[in-house]
């Protein structure tokens, strides 16, 4: 299989400090890829440069074999690459369907009947409401954003991403602040979607990233110190020390 | 927000009123009641034009007299030459021309400087387009020939098929349309696909930017056609005052603009007019009582900020959102 | 060129550097602990002139004056934190912007109304009223060169009070993490409020000093306010490095811009253009500098570390 | 709302039938900023003036009604619109400011009302924007100027250095100084004016200075007066850099300098068609009873003023109270049928006073307050430059 990402000697820092510390990384067409590290790894920071917020200080990343190292955000994303944030990033103050609603539209194409009112084409609500549907909030599209819980804005988040047509999702803690029902609802519902496309995770919950990564790179201060299949990484020898070492 | 809520009723009765209660007072032998309407409307002409950069794309510019000033030195500039001889090029009373450079002129600074000022954020946006605003002032300052410091009056108004401006209830009813006009525009503008995307991004910039709009280009294209938009409520304001002068587009005014808009209510369709009505009548009403009325006016201010959410809308139709 | 008026209007850049730095200074302060937009910081400086001449009148001595009209800012201060500011720090900065744009109006028409529309003038002390000949035909205000020294004493007394106190570790604790300095058990509404009462001081400083020159009159703060803000976004909000250096490059610039550029102008158009054109363009300089500098670094020479 | 409506349109009703049986005075002047020192003196003289005729212009009540221009050209074209739109006013008189009267100029001639400028004398309604309906009881702005050129020309003075405010006064004022002073200027600074005036002259002192020149002349009106004076005397430009200026040092800013103890200023001299100190019964009774209502003399603002309103008696008078004819109010005021606080003047074909202008310097009078007393006379009947540029019909 080829790489759909590949990321070679990426480094960033700030102030000094090196967050990304010379990061190589491939992720292949169609796996499920998760990123664990102990907090303060820099796990976030990578997810910011691959998705554009933030320039790299060095290295490159190539997406579908072209070089994307220096391209804005907004491009990446026409690419084909989306993220889901950590700290939810919605915009409150819409109702949920405007949400996906504006996910779908940014893959649309272009309509020369610019001036019609976005709420009344019917192929772009449909087709978020399709996507909400998936997601299981069905029968939240209509409220307004700010009223719904953090776990329904978590699964917004990936309705989002579902929405956007991305080939690659990089989903930076989807189950963060989930409780233990939510949580499992959330591993159900990426299980099911797992296959159809590119996914990138970074995840806290070990119980949830075994269950559900093909393969599982491990980062610790900056720097990738293993890649493999779950039960390789349990096995690692580096990886149980970087772990236990610092618990 | 599609078909008539309380807020659609309300907006139809209140622009009802704008539109009969100078008339009126103008058959009833009283010109200044139109002209303090007409003004109102010029100026709400203004403020709805803010309100799509301020209201629905949450940026908030601190230099949108510049764009009233342009509109009316873009009238006052050709009629001067009319008058006094010199840059034949541009001397004219038309109407036609002095509106589309206003339009034109206003656009090109706003996509200028926008492109600059976008750039920043927060209170660094607030003060780089006070900046250019002041430039703009500076500039026409600097331009004797154009009166400089004392102004420029203009003699004669803008020659427009089908309507004189010199008849005040003309004059009115087309700042009343253009208002009209101006809404409307903006209202189709924030329900297209672009105005959700404008929404979106004073919402959540960064969520804009991962679903793969440039939403730097969509400000962009926003800022100038508010700029546009401002610029010919600028060329309706010389038409009205007959004169012009730097002073127009001094900060203070700019500050007022956003006053009447968040006086009314952001991004809502009649706020910017309802600011600028009760903006403009309760600024009469003081000024005649006492030269103090800076005091109890700038007291309602404050208390407005402080405890009336949604400016006025809000308290009209209750919080919409 | 005339290398005496030079070094004059350096020094004139420099006094007008410093007084700008002072009402910046608070003013970054203000936005930097406090995210607050203050455009009525202005009325402080106006106030504090005010005060100033009052006291002058009632004491018969400038300085002690002075003295006793730096707290009575500073109380002003506290009552307008304490009383209206405060219910603003959680609304954005729209509502700032606005609150305090009607907070000027209200200040401006009490001064008008307490002192009469009329301004007032501060006599100095024969031993500051005279001139002091710096270099050999160079011969400056003795009060102006008061204004630099004390301008660069504050400056000096500030940087320590921001980098070697207790206070100044809270200030700078709380400016990049308002939660943390809650957190150790710090009053943060008392901190709040006394940096309030600090920059409240400042612009008041500042206001005291300038009132001998021009005079205490009604609306000098605004003209003052746009120009401070300038400073603190040229020098990046929240700086004091940044407000001093932004201080003094504006000073600089607006003074020898003033005096020079119509000069200059006249070598490339006919002089009676040049001095009508000249002021405007100097009026100007400054905020071409503004935007040059934010076209090329969007928050400012001195970008506060962490937002 | 509907009660709003119904409240309003009453309103309108009860104003429209305008009682004729009084005189309706419009009175635009600057009461707010810090300018509002000079409004408020004049705004003393009109009242007073009212006063002494007892309330009444003939058979008709006098209205006065004032309006703040606030210190701008558009804000006092809207002030004048009210009132000449609504308030119907059958004068319009008052304008400190050059720029505020020629933009509101055209409201009150278009409207066919009778405009008389107090104070402003911009050279463009002395010459071709002259109008039969505009009378000015001050002068043009260039003539008390010319005055200063003749008195330095007279001081034996070869070169001077001009500063002045960037606005249509100040230009005047300038132009009239460079008309009549035969020795040469040596640089010239016109500074931002408005409601946010420069104020700090340093760098343009440190130039002054710095040109050689033998003496400095200035035009800074109403409270940059005060600021200027005190950096000239903290400059210690006094032996240096002689000052001569106009409209510079009044009865408005005298009392602030005495107050600060700026001795410098005594015996510095400047120009002006009036003093408090000219000798005839209407100026003794004008002084004399300001002082005793207000405490301080009255400014040449506040002369002028109240001659305004003379003047506007007078014409009300000569036509019995008939405010429908104007052509008899006009000949009645051109004639000057009134006692003058300034002694007799007559109009010229652009309705510019043809008066006289003193040199006056400023001493302690026997209270020891800080006045001004005539000198000499620079001009007598003087004719403005513009009046030769006026076509009226």
Redesign the interface.
Known sequence: MAALLEVRNLCKSFGGVAATDGVDLDVLTGELHAIIGPNGAGKTTLITQLSGAQKPDSGRIRFKGHGITRMPAYTRAKAGITRSFQITSLVLDMSVLDNVALAVQAHDGHSFRFLKPARKIAHIRDTARDWLQQVGLGDRVDAPTSELSHGEHRLMEIAIALASGAELMLLDEPMAGLGPDESARMVTFLKGIKGTKTILLIEHDMDAVFALADRISVLVYGKIIATGTPDEIRANADVRHAYLGEE | MIGFGKSSWVTLAIMAILLVLPMVFYWNGNTFYLSLATRLTILAIAAVSLNLVLGYGGLISFGHAAYIGFGAYAVGIPTYHVFYGGAEGIATTNGLFQFGVAVGISALFALITGAISLRTKGVYFIMITMAFAQMAYYMFLSIEEYGGDDGLVIEVRSKLPLVDLDNPMELFVLSYVSLVVAMLMVRTIIHSRFGMVLQGAKGNNERMVTLGYNSYLYRLVAFTISGAMCGFAGALMGNFSSFISPEMMAWSRSGELMFMVILGGTATTLGPVLGSAVFIVVEEFMSSYTVYWHLPFGLMLIGIVLFVRGGLMGLLVGKGR | MDYGLLFIQTLNGLQLGLLLFLVASGLTLVFGILDFVNLAHGSLYMLGAFICASLTYLTGNFLIAVVLALPATGALGYLLERFLVRSLYTRDHLDHVLATFGLILVLDTLTHLIWGPAGIAIPLPDWLDGQVEVLSGVVVPTFRLLIIAVGLATAAGLFWLVNYTRLGMLIRAGASNRTMVAALGIDIQTLFALVFALGAMLAGLAGMLVAPITEASIGMGNNIIITAFVVIIVGGIGSMKGAFVGALLIGLIDTLGRSFIDDLFKLFVESNTAETAGPAVSGMLIYILMAAILAVRPQGLFPPKVR | ?KRL?TA??AA??L??PALAAEVKIGFVTT???????I??DMKAAAELAVEHMGGKMGDLDVNLIFA?DGF???TG??AT??LV??DNVDFVTGYIW??IL??SR?SVLDAGKFLISANAGPSQVAGPLCHKNFFSTSWQNDSTTMAVGEVLNQKGVKSIYIMAP???AGKDMVAGVERTFKGTILG?????????AQ??F???L??AK?SGAEALFVFYPG?AA??FI??Y????LKDVLPLYSAFTVDA?SLP??Q????ESVLGSVFTQEWDPSLDNPANKKFVADFKAKHGTYPSFYAAQSYDAMFLIKSAVEAVNGDLTNMDGMRDAMRAVKYDSVRGPYTYGVNHMPIENFYEREVVADADGVWTTRVVSTVYTNHVDPYATECNME
């Not at chain 4, 010239?188 to 946010?196: Q, Y």
């Not at chain 4, 107050?259 to 700026?262: I, M, S």
Request: net charge positive; hydrophobic share 40%.
């Open positions: 709302m409506i309003a349109l309108t009703m104003t429209t009461l707010s900023t810090g300018a509002a020192i409004g408020n703040d701008k050209p558009e074209k809207q619109d009210k739109q609504q050059s720029h020629l933009a055209k960037n606005y249509a010239k600074d016109m500074t931002k004016w408005g409601a946010d104020l700090d340093s760098a343009e440190a130039k710095a409270a005060g600021a005190k950096q005397h903290q400059a210690g408005l602030k300098l107050a600060a103890n700026f």
